[in-house]
């Protein structure tokens, strides 16, 4: 300002003076700098290169010199790139008449703006038909910047636009992705940069069906069938399938296979072998959409047919040691029977044999090893075929019939056991099915199960104990017997009846007296002192005044042999306290 204030009453008397002398010094004439000024933007980003130039009338020709802070340069255009971001600039720019030394200095001001810049697109994967989401968009600026976006379905030119950093949509029924563009624009530059983003809706499960690689719902027991479950899925679907009760689990191969319109068609496997012979069975496939849990169900009824099948000849049961027969069902025309027995070849003998064609199998008898799986294995035009089978059971028993003492063994034909004990038995028989069980002591049901306890009396009153095992089907019934024996003790006594104790008492002290006795078995004990009568093996005796002598008397009785001994003892009593003069 004080350059300016200087030049310009300066100017002014240049300017008067070579106007007043321009028609005598025509093409000599100096003037200037005026008009004097600075052209370019007034906003600049970083990181973009600008140019200014600085102009003027003057003649002769001015030189210009520019200041920005403590920066100069020479010339009329000054280039500008700023590197980072920085306070508002102010550019100064001197024009100098060369000729007369004068000049002028102008300023321009510059705004200084950044971005935008790294704009982001941030929200969910993945959309769901009819849910809502939301996507933020963010982009570097300074000093700030407005949003604007723009959605379109791919493929599709209409679209909804939006204001603001955050955009909530809600895909169209129809959609199977959406284009999002999100603009950033800088609020002073007015610089915008923009991002678009594809995201697939999720769609479906629709349309499903399920097939049968065979082509046909009609199904062979013990054949092994591929089954597709085929959905239209974005992005994709997991899977359950149900069959006779059994699921599968959901993660079986799944291959997009083609693409129908814009729908991505999906599919499951399932393999498996048909082991129920139900007539009709429903075959079921769950779909389930991974994004946005939506399900589908559909089911196909299977027709179970048995083509060979092994049936028995008769309703009769097959009992051990009775003739019995299986018959093979369904062969045409078979080129060869095999029997199979737990899938191993069967061997024939006299008493399993094969009729002439090998559709009949023979037992004569049944026995108890001939339980197992059957299956007759058809070689029938060129196709070997083998059906489900016949699981047959062979009712048997009882056999072996044993009483035992568990973890002791078998009885054996007599139980010797002592009065007042307890003997855990079990009644032990090989029997299909199990057989059910009945105990006998003495001629009376006691016991109606496998598991019984012998509680003898005092005295032991023995007997006969049978055990009859019966077989709940076949009705037959088997037994085994042992003889329940006393352990009778040794009897003897009482003999040898002693008291022991001191030989003499103190008066006012107690004193204590045993009595024993041989006895068997053991004997009880009656007291007699001083006329009073007690029980029990011992006694306890206090004199409570001075006598010269006392007797007690202590009599055994042996309760079995009923017999009684008795001993008699004469103690002497002294009293320190009494004085006999
Ligand atoms: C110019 O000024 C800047 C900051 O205003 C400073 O960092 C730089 O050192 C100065 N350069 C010179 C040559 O003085
Ligand atoms: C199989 O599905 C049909 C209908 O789809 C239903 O009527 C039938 O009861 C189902 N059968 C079984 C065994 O679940
Ligand atoms: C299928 O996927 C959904 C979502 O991931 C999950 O919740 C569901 O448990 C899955 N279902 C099965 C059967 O795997
Ligand atoms: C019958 O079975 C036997 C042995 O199981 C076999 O050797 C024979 O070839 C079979 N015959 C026919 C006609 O299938
Ligand atoms: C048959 O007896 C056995 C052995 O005592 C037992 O494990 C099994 O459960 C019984 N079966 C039935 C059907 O009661
Ligand atoms: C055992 O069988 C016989 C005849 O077979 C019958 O008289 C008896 O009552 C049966 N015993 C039991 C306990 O079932
Ligand atoms: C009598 O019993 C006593 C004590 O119990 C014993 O010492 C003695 O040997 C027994 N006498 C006879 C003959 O058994
Ligand atoms: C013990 O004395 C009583 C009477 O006091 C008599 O009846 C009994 O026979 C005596 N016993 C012996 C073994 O002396």
């Not at 129809?174 to 995201?199: G, P, R, W, Y």
């Not at 699921?247 to 991505?264: A, E, M, N, S």
């Not at 294995?377 to 059971?393: A, D, F, R, T, W």
């Not at 042992?482 to 009482?494: C, E, K, R, S």
Request: aromatic share 8%.
């Amino acid at each position: 300002m004080v350059q300016l204030s200087l030049c310009l009453p300066l100017l002014l008397t240049c300017l008067t003076g070579t106007t007043a002398s321009e028609g005598a010094q025509s093409k000599t004439a100096n003037y200037g700098p005026s008009f004097v000024e600075i052209t370019g933007v007034s906003i600049v980003t970083v990181g973009i290169p600008y140019a200014f130039q600085c102009s003027a009338t003057c003649s002769p020709a001015c030189t210009f010199s520019w200041t920005r802070g403590n920066q100069t340069a020479q010339g009329p255009e000054l280039r500008l790139e700023l590197q980072v971001r920085v306070q508002p600039q102010v550019l100064i720019c001197v024009a100098l008449n060369p000729a007369t030394g004068e000049s002028v200095t102008v300023k321009k001001t510059l705004q200084v703006t950044e971005g935008p810049s790294d704009i982001i697109i941030s929200g969910p994967d993945m959309l769901s038909n009819g849910q809502s989401s939301t996507f933020t968009c963010l982009a570097d600026c300074y000093p700030s910047c407005l949003y604007t976006w723009t959605v379109g379905s791919e493929g599709q030119s209409t679209g909804v636009t939006s204001e603001g950093s955050s955009l909530t949509i809600t895909p169209p029924s129809d959609a199977m992705s959406e284009k999002l563009t999100c603009q950033a624009q800088n609020s002073v530059s007015h610089l915008f940069i923009s991002k678009t983003t594809s995201v697939w809706v999720a769609t479906g499960p629709d349309d499903i069906s399920i097939s049968n690689q065979a082509g046909s719902n009609t199904v062979i027991l013990g054949s092994t069938y591929k089954f597709f479950c085929i959905v239209y899925c974005t992005p994709s679907c997991n899977y359950t399938w149900t069959y006779n009760g059994h699921t599968y689990p959901g993660d079986q191969i799944q291959v997009p296979i083609l693409h129908k319109g814009d729908k991505r068609k999906v599919m499951s496997k399932l393999v498996f072998t048909i082991s129920d012979y139900t007539h009709t069975e429903n075959l079921t496939c769950k779909a389930q959409n991974t994004i946005s849990g939506l399900t589908i169900v559909t089911t196909a009824t299977l027709t179970v047919i048995d083509p060979i099948s092994v049936q028995p000849v008769s309703s009769t049961l097959p009992v051990a040691g009775q003739v019995y027969s299986l018959h093979c069902v369904g062969s045409q025309n078979p080129a060869s029977i095999l029997w199979t027995k737990d899938a191993v070849p069967l061997p024939v003998s006299s008493r399993v044999s094969l009729s002439l064609q090998n559709t009949t199998l023979s037992f004569s008898p049944l026995q108890q090893s001939d339980g197992g799986l059957y299956q007759c294995v058809v070689s029938q035009g060129g196709q070997s075929l083998k059906g489900i089978g016949y699981q047959l059971n062979v009712y048997y028993g009882p056999v072996d019939v044993a009483i035992v003492r568990p973890e002791i063994g078998p009885v054996g034909p007599e139980l010797y056991v002592s009065p007042g004990s307890t003997t855990g038995l079990l009644c032990s028989s090989e029997c299909y099915p199990n057989c059910s069980y009945t105990w006998i002591y003495n001629g009376k049901p006691v016991a109606l199960k496998a598991a019984f306890s012998l509680t003898s009396g005092t005295p032991v009153q023995g007997g006969p104990l049978t055990c009859v095992a019966n077989n709940p089907v076949t009705k037959e019934n088997s037994s085994s017997e042992t003889m329940v024996i006393p352990i009778v003790p040794f009897l003897d006594g009482p003999s040898n009846v002693t008291i022991s104790g001191p030989r003499s008492l103190d008066v006012g002290v107690k004193a204590t007296f045993r009595c024993s006795a041989q006895c068997s078995p053991s004997c009880s004990f009656t007291w007699t002192v001083y006329g009073h009568t007690m029980t029990g093996s011992t006694v306890d005796v206090t004199v409570s005044r001075y006598v010269p002598t006392e007797s007690l008397s202590c009599e055994a009785h042996n309760s079995v042999t009923g017999r009684t001994a008795s001993v008699n003892e004469t103690l002497s009593v002294s009293d320190p306290h009494w004085c006999g003069c």
